[in-house]
């Protein structure tokens, strides 16, 4: 017996695809013969009738998806076996193409949201009916969808947030000149990766405002992070050992990353890899929200909530920030001297800084926290799920599950995808909620009746692959773009809050810098990125996990590169994976790895050349380059260059304070930018001699 044929049909109607299979579909050679689940194909090919030789087709549904596999009961090849399968083949193309949904229009004046989605996702209405606020979280999925789908569809024309008012006549100056003493330092706009840059900055001595647009401490995600990351917090004074420890919800001992390789050669097979240092600490993401305003607070900060950003104004001596304030439909304008976008992917201003270049990837993401109703001994609470998948590919996504425990039987489950933003097919947050509500019990044996949800988690994780430091804007005079509206990320495990926090220090100091010298031109402001020249080569494992739009592939293909790595993890030190996964790898390894998984798996480079194209293999080529060169400065200057800039920063950055930042951002792109270790606490200690002081006074919300 040989497997000629493995293909995935992108349908979750198997009985649809089998009838067509049995009665509808005519091969030009043989017999067809009706099995329960698909066909027998006979054919003679010998001189006598008695010796037959024969074909055997059936389908199967796991994932929402249907599956097609095609077997020769003999040892040589069937007459007309090539033609046979390609007939096949095309004929279920034809019938089944791609299919790739839109969102649905609908009017809330006259229905709930419940009763608008039911006849298109029935499972997601009949779970989210089920949760504590589950209507409004569900209103909340749809418009981000829609926000989503408009931003990646119209490009070209984004919808114009920011404004430069720095050639404003006689008439606009009078107009603002009550402005032109800005009342804040920084205004926040998004208020979770926002909040937590703001309290640090705030304990600073700077005047923030932090604008939230939902009720402040709501999270549609959970946090997890390792206690290594979590000390940086701690570093930067933001938060005590104590308050650390009661932010965390769970530490777990070990996490697991396995893909299914069922349908894998056995040399693409792969143990399980454990990262036990990696994202293993759950944290209790609405008490570190809460814990961070009332910091913020305390250092004389603000939070308007229900509160929406409309547009900025860049004026030469501040930014005026338009609101509405939702639960009064009230307009408000509020200025200050640096404006900071932390809307997350969703940004508006990153979408227009941008323009078509915003994101090249993206990971729609969709779970839930589930407070009990699993059964003894489905899962440990000591053990994490990092990346797992329990299937090959699904309509055109490799569906990837991450599983975390929280506090007491809380267990928080993600289900998402890499994807390659395309306007014909945005990524839908609904199409995978249906299929995660389908497909969990698949994935962890559960009777979804029996569970108990907290709440849910989702959203649009962002990333860009990037080319060089300066390729992406994150920055516009008096503004300046973090987390995941910069697309801070990671891009194997996509995780904006890890990548923010491992950063924090890095944005904290060069944004300190900024603002005690005004240095908040767009040509300054660009400098304070967290770039790293390791990371932008990792894009192309993001490039080799995406099924280009109308494209079909070997459905065990995806899951074949996966373990082609993560095997080559599995075999090395645990400090080696867990240092890639967290963006501190060098360019030895990064060379020694590449060349391994070539070894194992030289089909591989074929792979990523037929996913990635000949024009990003040239940019990742450019990558690579700007990489080596990189390692080769870093290997002659990283050991002595930070100590050399704390010597000379009481001479250098008084005098020439734009040279300062930009040997400062050097510093950390040789360091940090290549896996090594930077002083930052040294070099924040001597910035927070010269901090900002403020009175004690409290600037007061104005009246909506």
Request: net charge neutral.
């Amino acid at each position: 017996m040989r497997e000629l044929l493995y293909i995935e049909i992108p349908t979750p109607d198997i009985a649809t695809v089998r009838r067509w299979l049995q009665e509808e579909w005519t091969p030009e050679i043989g017999e067809k013969v009706i099995t329960p689940e698909g066909l027998r194909l006979r054919a003679t090919t010998a001189k006598t009738p008695q010796q037959l030789e024969e074909l055997s087709a059936f389908v199967w549904s796991v994932q929402r998806t249907t599956y097609l596999k095609v077997f020769r009961w003999a040892e040589k090849p069937v007459l007309g076996e090539k033609q046979i399968l390609q007939s096949l083949t095309a004929g279920l193309r034809s019938q089944f193409p791609n299919h790739y949904p839109e969102l649905p229009e609908i009017d809330l004046s006259q229905q709930s949201i419940f009763a608008a989605l039911a006849p298109y996702y029935p499972l997601t209405v009949k779970h989210f009916q089920k949760m504590p606020k589950g209507e409004y979280d569900l209103k909340r999925v749809y418009w981000w969808e829609q926000r989503w789908r408009e931003g990646i569809r119209n490009p070209q024309q984004p919808k114009q947030v920011v404004f430069s008012r720095q050639k404003q006549g006689r008439r606009g100056a009078k107009e603002n000149e009550d402005h032109s003493s800005p009342t804040y330092d920084l205004i926040y706009v998004g208020g979770a990766l926002g909040v937590i840059h703001a309290a640090v900055m705030a304990a600073r001595g700077y005047r923030v405002l932090l604008l939230e647009r939902l009720p402040f401490g709501r999270m549609n995600r959970e946090w997890n992070i390792s206690r290594a990351e979590l000390q940086s917090l701690i570093d930067l004074s933001l938060l005590t050992p104590t308050e650390c420890e009661s932010i965390i919800a769970r530490e777990y001992k070990d996490g697991f990353n396995k893909f299914f390789d069922g349908n894998n050669p056995p040399h693409l097979k792969a143990p399980v890899l454990h990262t036990p240092t990696v994202l293993n600490v759950a944290l209790d993401s609405e008490k570190l929200l809460q814990l961070c305003g009332e910091k913020l607070r305390a250092a004389g900060g603000e939070i308007w909530d229900e509160t929406e950003f409309i547009q900025a104004d860049i004026y030469k001596s501040h930014a005026l920030v338009k609101v509405k304030h939702l639960s009064t439909n009230t307009d408000c304008e509020v200025s200050g001297r640096l404006v900071v976008d932390a809307m997350g992917s969703a940004s508006p201003i990153a979408i227009q800084l941008n323009g078509d270049h915003a994101f090249d990837s993206v990971c729609p993401t969709v779970g839930a926290v589930i407070a009990s109703g699993f059964d003894p001994g489905v899962w440990d609470s000591q053990y994490g799920d990092v990346l797992n998948s329990h299937g090959d590919i699904s309509r055109g996504r490799q569906l990837i599950w991450e599983l975390f425990p929280g506090a007491g039987s809380e267990i928080t489950i993600y289900l998402f995808h890499y994807h390659q933003v395309n306007p014909q097919n945005p990524g839908s947050l609904l199409e995978m909620y249906e299929d995660f509500f389908t497909i969990l019990p698949e994935y962890r044996r559960c009777d979804l009746e029996q569970l108990v949800w907290k709440k849910p988690t989702f959203g649009y994780i962002p990333g860009h692959f990037s080319v060089g430091s300066s390729d992406r804007t994150i920055a516009f005079d008096r503004l300046i773009s973090i987390g995941d509206a910069a697309s801070l990320q990671s891009p194997l495990v996509f995780t904006g809050f890890g990548s923010l926090v491992r950063n924090l220090g890095r944005l904290t100091v060069l944004l300190d810098t900024a603002l005690k010298h005004d240095l908040l031109s767009v040509q300054d402001l660009n400098q304070i990125r967290a770039y790293q020249s390791n990371v932008s080569v990792t894009w192309l494992f993001s490039k080799g996990m995406m099924v280009p739009t109308g494209s079909f592939l070997p459905p065990a293909r995806i899951n074949a590169m996966l373990n082609t790595f993560f095997g080559l993890l599995a075999d090395e030190p645990p400090v080696v994976a867990d240092n890639f996964i967290k963006d501190r790898f060098d360019w030895l390894t990064f060379n020694r790895l590449a060349l391994k998984a070539a070894r194992k798996n030289p089909a591989l480079l074929p792979w990523i050349w037929n996913l990635a194209g000949f024009r990003d293999i040239l940019r990742w080529l450019g990558n690579y380059i700007y990489f080596g060169f990189y390692a080769l400065f870093s290997a002659m200057l990283a050991t002595w260059f930070p100590g050399f800039l704390d010597r000379i920063q009481p001479q250098l950055e008084h005098r020439y304070p734009r040279l300062w930042l930009k040997l400062l951002a050097l510093s950390y792109a040789l360091t940090i930018g290549m896996g090594r270790q930077h002083n930052i606490c040294q070099l924040s200690a001597q910035n927070s001699d010269s901090r900002i002081q403020h009175s004690d006074s409290r600037i007061q919300h104005p009246e909506f």
